[in-house]
């Protein structure tokens, strides 16, 4: 009963919400081609609200390079997979992205610049671009089972949960993850 009640207390209200998306820009000059990802509407009113009362949100970006093959796959040149911590900070009054403040807000989250360098010099018609993917994981099966073994008052630890309710968790923790995915063209000088 107090599973459900912390799921009810949990649940996402999607009505009105922007869906998440994500932007990038990137540049090409010789072999070294610069990536600068932008998450936008990724913080979702209900993943903000458990974050201002003291949760950090796990944001997990992967970027892949990949060059495009006319009547052909793309190629993937290069990726990177990189982890950075949000939280909102009463002590700098705002949010921060890995210590970093946001003076814009969650809203729009300038992640991460990330920077290759290509093997060879590429040939000078070829065309790369980068896709962007990224998750953030604000409330994990481990931190809802805590939630329910507090409203419970229970003393069950991870591993005497039953099968049923570790999947339960799983499954509305991974409601609570938002996602977006984008690409963008590698612009030449």
Do not use: H, I, N
Not at 35 to 40: G, Q, S, T
């Amino acid at each position: 009963m107090a599973l459900v009640a912390a799921l009810g207390l949990l649940a996402p209200m999607a009505r009105g919400e922007e869906p998440p998306k994500v932007t990038c820009s990137a540049a090409r000059a010789g072999r070294r081609v610069v990536v600068r990802p932008e998450a936008l509407a990724l913080v979702a009113p209900e993943l903000e609200r458990l974050m201002r009362l003291g949760l950090a949100g796990r944001l997990e970006v992967e970027l892949t390079l990949l060059r495009r093959r006319p009547l052909w796959f793309s190629e993937r040149m290069d990726a990177t997979r990189l982890t950075q911590v949000l939280a909102y900070s009463a002590k700098e009054g705002g949010w921060v992205l890995d210590g970093r403040p946001l003076a814009a807000g969650v809203g729009r989250l300038e992640l991460e610049r990330v920077a290759w360098t290509l093997e060879e010099e590429p040939e000078a018609d070829a065309a790369f671009e980068v896709e962007v993917g990224v998750r953030l994981q604000v409330v994990t099966a481990a931190s809802l089972g805590k939630v329910a073994q507090w409203l419970t008052q229970g003393e069950k630890t991870e591993a005497q949960r039953s099968a049923l309710t570790r999947g339960l968790l799983r499954t509305v923790a991974e409601d609570l993850t938002r996602r977006a995915e984008g690409r963008c063209s590698v612009q030449r000088p």
